[in-house]
């Protein structure tokens, strides 16, 4: 793939910047080649910190980054909550707070015993450096020097350390020369403030992202800071507009939704649709049935799995997973995906590995440490234990215990100090449990895959059915910030690569008190709002009616 003339201009620029990247204009591609370009002039010793918003991405980014069998050299690959911990908070702690008596783990503060909880009715996700009182920290230190780290703690708490510490600031100095951070429209007040004052060490600092897929806010996430960024006169701005992804009637469509004077592109062919199904969520079910087969000739889809089903929240999603006949896989997340334990990490990685043949296991290991910092007889033992593994979870005879502790063993070579009891446990949980442990498996490819608009940023499909547009329930009227419900829809659009069907229906479900009740399923105003539904290709009614 050979440049455009935005991307060239940013793959020739050495300095701080700040690009704004609409969906499908080559972000990652751009990322990618900065980062191979980076690691052919640093010594070995040294390295570039990349973070991604989400294990998922950061693993892709690295992947690509190092496709050409490229040396990662000293180099961060992770989210921000893991850079944290792992550059910042753990081992730099020990130099204000003393050591802790214990090797760490992460947890949330709900995991606390009550009593202990009570020492954090100070904090909240809107805590800044300069709030952060003599007492505050006290307490954060106590934990510390008892092995914990508090989940919720960690962005002011590594901002903390990072202020306090000389020997975190020459660390990161002589360690890194780049920092990358991607979906930057999602940072939170700590991690824009650890940015700017990494980027004052000198070290080259790229932030990337999209004012207009901002869908976090209820985490204390923005896109307030990639503006100040966009705006700033230390960070020159550059600008990736043209989408490559999508076709141009899904482009028209999204960039119209945020802005009605847009200037439409020429298309032959308009593949947005819109129908409401007569019923409620369960017809919708059987709509799909009935015409997946119709939309896959309609619309020349390679592969079932390349189909998505967008949902707002995981009550849609669980009465399609119930309800849906046709092959299909439900995208959640669970307990040992999101802790920041290391063995976790560890865990999670292994099974994605165990259960898709096309992850090697050298990228399950690189994502916690070096291949190449092993001793050989390290490396040989866990070549012993990998074989073990694969051996143990495709047995006839599946021992889930067993299975626990070929996990264990390879988690005792990559990271011997990092055990966690926590992660152990939610392992177990995991490989006792069959619905969770197929979580793991890739899609088949005749599988339709299910996952809320959350889930689905970054991902792309060759067609997209996006539910949940009724009122009420995207926008959701009672939010205090509607541009949320706005980016929220338009990342549902942009995830199409052929086409997008917007799917309502008379009726919806709403769960009260643990019973279902059917109330009117008014459309979403986003589907009606400034004539919007001139740019689609048809807008009528399903024949399904609910039983």
């Known amino acids: 793939m050979e440049p455009t003339k935005q991307q060239e201009a940013i793959l020739n620029y050495t300095g701080n910047s700040v690009v704004i990247a609409t969906p499908g204009s080559g972000k990652t591609f751009i990322l990618s080649h900065m980062i191979k370009a980076n690691l052919t002039c640093l010594s070995e010793h040294q390295g570039l910190i990349a973070i991604s918003y989400t294990n998922k991405a950061s693993n892709e980014l690295r992947n690509r980054s190092l496709s050409n069998g490229e040396n990662p050299l000293s180099s961060f690959f992770g989210t921000i909550d893991r850079f944290y911990i792992s550059e910042i908070i753990i081992p730099f702690g ?55 780290v508090l989940l919720e703690t960690t962005g002011v708490f590594a901002n903390y350390i990072f202020d306090n510490s000389l020997a975190c600031q020459k660390y990161l100095k002589a360690r890194y020369r780049y920092l990358y951070i991607d979906e930057y429209q999602d940072s939170g007040y700590a991690q824009h403030d650890l940015f700017l004052k990494i980027s004052k060490l000198g070290i080259t600092s790229v932030a990337v992202g999209d ?22 006169e230390n960070f020159k701005s550059f600008t990736l507009s043209k989408n490559h992804r999508c076709h141009s009637s899904i482009i028209n469509y999204s960039n119209y939704f945020l802005n ?53 929240g995981e009550r849609t999603g669980n009465i399609l997973n119930d309800n849906l006949t046709i092959p299909h896989k439900y995208s959640t997340t669970n307990e040992l995906d999101s802790n920041l334990n290391i063995w976790s990490g560890i865990f999670s990685n292994l099974l994605f590995f165990v259960h898709d043949t096309k992850i090697r296991f050298i990228e399950v290991v690189e994502a916690f ?65 069959t619905s969770l442990l197929e979580t793991y498996k890739p899609a088949a490819d005749d599988e339709v895959q299910i996952m809320t608009l959350h889930k689905s940023k970054g991902l792309e499909f060759e067609l997209v059915l996006h539910l949940d547009l009724y009122k009420w329930i995207l926008p959701n009227e009672y939010n205090e910030d509607p541009a949320q419900d706005i980016n929220l829809h338009y990342v549902g659009i942009t995830r199409a690569i052929k086409a997008c069907i917007l799917i309502s229906s008379t009726c919806r479900t709403r769960i009260r008190d643990g019973k279902a009740e059917q109330l009117d399923g008014a459309d979403s105003p986003f589907i009606w709002n400034n004539d919007i539904e001139k740019l689609r290709r048809f807008s009528c009614k399903g024949e399904v009616k609910d039983e």
Do not use: M
């Open 260 to 312: 009605t004077n847009t200037n439409l592109l020429e298309t032959e062919e308009n593949n947005v649709g819109f129908f409401r199904i007569e019923g409620n969520e369960i017809s919708i079910s059987k709509w799909i049935d009935q015409n997946i087969d119709a939309l896959i000739n309609e619309f020349k889809i390679s592969k079932k799995n390349k189909i998505a089903l967008l949902v707002r």
């Open 94 to 148: 020990k130099h204000i707070f003393g050591i802790p008596k214990k090797d760490f783990e992460v947890i949330t503060i709900d995991k606390l015993p009550k009593e202990d909880q009570n020492n954090f009715s100070w904090f909240n996700r809107d805590l800044t450096l300069d709030k952060l009182t003599s007492e505050n920290i006290d307490i954060l230190g106590y934990y510390f020097k008892k092995g914990i």
């Open 369 to 433: 440490k070096l291949y190449d910092s092993f001793k050989k007889k390290e490396l040989e033992t866990l070549n012993k234990r990998k074989k073990e593994l694969i051996q143990e979870f495709n047995s006839s005879s599946f021992n889930s215990s067993k299975l626990v502790q070929c996990f264990i063993k390879i988690a005792e070579i990559i990271a011997p100090n990092s055990k966690s009891q926590e992660s152990i446990d939610l392992l177990n949980r995991v490989v006792s449990n």
């Open 211 to 232: 004012l207009n897929q901002s869908i976090y806010a209820f985490s204390g996430k923005s896109s307030k800071y990639l503006d100040e960024l966009n705006k700033s």
